[in-house]
């Protein structure tokens, strides 16, 4: 006698629409009360105090000198990642070279200026005066053609942009060589088989793949560089935070200074913000097989996915 085994009721059973029930979960919605609870008694706060008058945060934010100000910090801001960049460029190659005085000369530097306070930097540019009262030019070690005063030659702007330019370059030297060393090796080998040269093939070959790395951390830099120049306030160089450290002393309104220099701040951070996402789209194309979608497009994804009905079916 021969045993047959059950039928499989399971594969033979018709299929079925199965209704998709989305996963509670129950500590996150309590999280999210809490943080938007948190956040509209801290905006209640900020609206409501009798103490704090909003229209004399909007009459510092428009006063000429935070404007001049903020004025200079822009431009401190241009020209020390300017000096930054294309130093950190010279310091990286000068690393990466087979040269030891050339290699050893960019590790001193990139030594001294990372491993002392971006604020001393500015006092010792300030009063490097005190051990070169004059500068000269000439034949080394020879006569000189020509001097200036160096208070003359470096004015307090003129130290504040070699101070945060020069301790930039240090930090930008080490992520232009770790963008260099991701680029494979054999990039150059097959730069030098076509008769590339060194220059060429760092300029035409190497940097351009290594963008993909340099840019992330160039940004936050940009943007720590932005507020880094309120160190400048240190050597009585006149930027945002200055003007705002003097409309309070003349006037006793400590925070709605303080806020309102914030407030433009936080505006040109966000800004940079803005740009540095989109130089990154910019960057990663081929390099991927499908960019980041922007804020405008993770919105409208949103938007269609609530009106699209959650609903899965089974087919046999």
Excluded: C
């Excluded at 905006?43 to 409501?48: I, N, P």
């Excluded at 001193?108 to 300030?126: A, C, D, E, S």
């Excluded at 200055?242 to 006037?251: P, V």
Aim: glycine share 8%; hydrophobic share 45%.
């Amino acid at each position: 006698m021969k045993l047959l085994a059950p039928p499989d009721t399971a594969r033979n059973r018709p299929s079925e629409d199965i209704p998709a029930v989305p996963v509670r979960h129950p500590g996150r919605w309590a999280g999210a009360a809490a943080v938007v609870l948190l956040g509209a008694m801290f905006g209640h706060a900020m609206l409501t105090n009798p103490r704090l008058d909003w229209g004399t945060v909007g009459g510092i934010m428009a006063d000429p000198s935070v404007l001049r100000g903020l004025r200079t910090t822009l431009e401190l801001t241009v020209l020390a990642m300017g000096i930054g960049l294309v130093g950190g460029v010279l310091l990286a190659v000068m690393r990466l070279s087979r040269n030891p005085i050339l290699s050893g000369a960019s590790w001193l530097f990139i030594w001294v200026f990372r491993g002392t306070p971006v604020l001393v930097q500015l006092f010792v540019w300030n009063f490097l005066g005190a051990l070169w009262p004059t500068i000269s030019i000439g034949v080394p070690f020879g006569p000189s053609f020509h001097s200036w005063d160096y208070n003359d030659l470096v004015s307090l702007f003129t130290a504040a942009v070699l101070g945060l330019g020069l301790n930039e370059a240090a930090y930008m030297a080490e992520i232009v060589r770790a963008g260099i060393l991701s680029v494979d090796r054999g990039q150059p080998e097959a730069a030098a088989s076509l008769g590339l040269t060194h220059g060429q093939t760092m300029r035409r070959i190497i940097l351009p793949q290594a963008m993909k790395v340099i840019i992330p951390p160039t940004g936050n830099e940009t943007i720590s560089m932005l507020k880094a120049t309120s160190l400048v306030s240190a050597i009585s160089l006149v930027d945002i935070t200055r003007a705002g450290q003097d409309i309070s002393s003349r006037t006793f309104e400590i925070i709605p200074s303080l806020i309102a220099v914030s407030v433009w701040y936080l505006l040109f951070t966000s800004l940079l913000t803005i740009a540095q996402y989109y130089v990154e789209r910019r960057y990663v194309r081929g390099t991927t097989h499908s960019l980041p979608p922007t804020p405008v497009q993770r919105i409208r994804t949103a938007l269609r996915a609530r009106r699209t009905p959650l609903v899965t079916g089974g087919s046999s």
